[in-house]
Each structure stands twice: as C-alpha cells, then as structure tokens.
C-alpha cells in the first residue's frame, strides 16, 4: 500500500489560489477577444503570473514537518512592541519560536533580548519559585510542580502555543538569522528529570498532610469550645 502523506494546508491554499487565478486569467482571454485591449489583457496575465511565483515560489510563512526552508521566516508587524520592555521590535531584535509537535514558526512577542535572558534563567527561577512556594502553602506549590520541571522555554502570554502544540524546540533570530535550542539552560530531562520531580511532589505530599492535620485540629478545637 502507497503511504499517506500529511496534507499541506499552506501549499493546499496556493494551489487553489493558483487556480481561482487561472480562471480569471481565461475570463481575461475571453473577454480580449471583445472590447479589451490584447496590451490590457497581457499586463494582467503578467501580474497574475507574477502573483502565483511570489505566493508559491517564494512564501513568507510555512507549516513545516521539521526543518527549514528558505523564506520560511517573517517580518516584524508595523507598530509592534515588547511585552515586557515596551521597545519597538524591528527586524534589529525580531525573532520567532518554533511550536511543536506541528513544526509552526511563530512571532515571538517579545525582543530577541528577553527571549535568550528567559532561556538562560527560566530554569533557575522556576527552582527558586518553588522553594520559596514550599514556605508558603501547599496550593501555591501544586501551581508550579503539577506539570513537572519546565525543559523548554514557555510563556503563555508571549510565546503562546496553538491549539494541539505542547512546547517550543527552536527560536530563530532575525538579528543574525540565527537558529538556537529552546531548551533551557540547567533544565533536567529523563531520570534526572523524574527525580527531580519526585521530590517535589514528596514536598507537596508532606504539606497537603500536614495542612490537613491543622485543619481537623483546628475543628476539633473549635467543636469542644
């Protein structure tokens, strides 16, 4: 049996482009041979033929199965700002993420900058987070530890991942057209990983317990007054 291959939605647009242009071109045509001009007539079959190499020859944006191709990557919008410093990003501090597992390239909303700092710290903080959560409450522990140590760079708000996505592999660098790991620095993967969590959720454990003590305590006390 032949195998299925996954559908391009994107080259499936060009193409339907291509032929919603085709058709106009043959209207064209027909018309040519009434009261349009033949010089009329070939500057728009021109147009046309240059519309549908610029879309299909050469996209600004693709759905990739992994990998890159040229063109693949986008440019800054006109007005847009950095989430966190509020600096105009131009194509001097633009750069996009890598969502996986659909192999989509997405505009990052936040400066090159801030992108590589979260990169490098996101990990620690994340340690650092918890620790401080472990003196508090049992709740504000859950909150971090129910997905496990983060291994990627995330951000729900400036690194937003589509529907059926689960985290970013790559970022890509306009600065330099430069491609780097998403990975964080100091993040754990595998048994390490695991480990690591264990002893998170031994923590949470021990709290949600002793929090639980307190409280049957604390209505005891209140039911013998």
């Known amino acids: 049996a032949r195998p299925v291959l996954p559908v391009d939605r994107d080259l499936e ?6 032929l919603q242009l085709l058709l106009s071109l043959l209207i064209l045509q027909a018309a040519s041979c009434t009261d349009l001009s033949f010089l009329a007539v070939q500057r ?16 600004t944006h693709l759905r990739l199965r992994g990998g890159m191709a040229e063109g693949v990557h986008g440019k800054p ?3 847009m700002e950095c989430m966190v410093t509020f600096d105009d990003i131009t194509e001097e501090n ?6 996986q597992p659909s192999g989509t390239w997405l505009p990052a ?7 590589k700092e979260m990169i490098d710290t996101q990990f620690q903080k994340y340690l650092d987070d918890v620790e401080k959560a472990a003196r508090d409450c049992a709740a504000a522990v859950r909150r971090l ?8 760079l995330f951000d729900a708000h400036g690194l937003p991942l589509p529907e059926g996505d689960t985290h970013i592999s790559e970022v890509w660098y306009c600065n330099g057209n ?24 031994a923590v949470l454990a021990s709290m949600e317990a002793a929090e639980a003590a307190d409280g049957e305590a604390a209505k005891a006390e209140e039911e013998g007054k």
């Open 94 to 99: 633009y750069c996009e993420y890598l969502a």
């Open 77 to 79: 919008a006109d007005g």
């Open 109 to 115: 909303k936040f400066s090159d900058s801030v992108v």
């Open 178 to 201: 430069s491609t780097a790991c998403a990975k964080l620095k100091g993040a754990l993967e595998g048994a390490e990983r695991e480990s690591l969590w264990d002893g998170q959720r």
């Open 44 to 59: 728009y079959r021109n147009s046309l033929d240059l519309s549908v190499h610029s879309f299909i020859l050469q996209p």
């Open 13 to 18: 647009r060009a193409f339907k482009i291509s």
């Open 145 to 152: 530890v129910v997905k496990g140590p983060p291994i990627f």
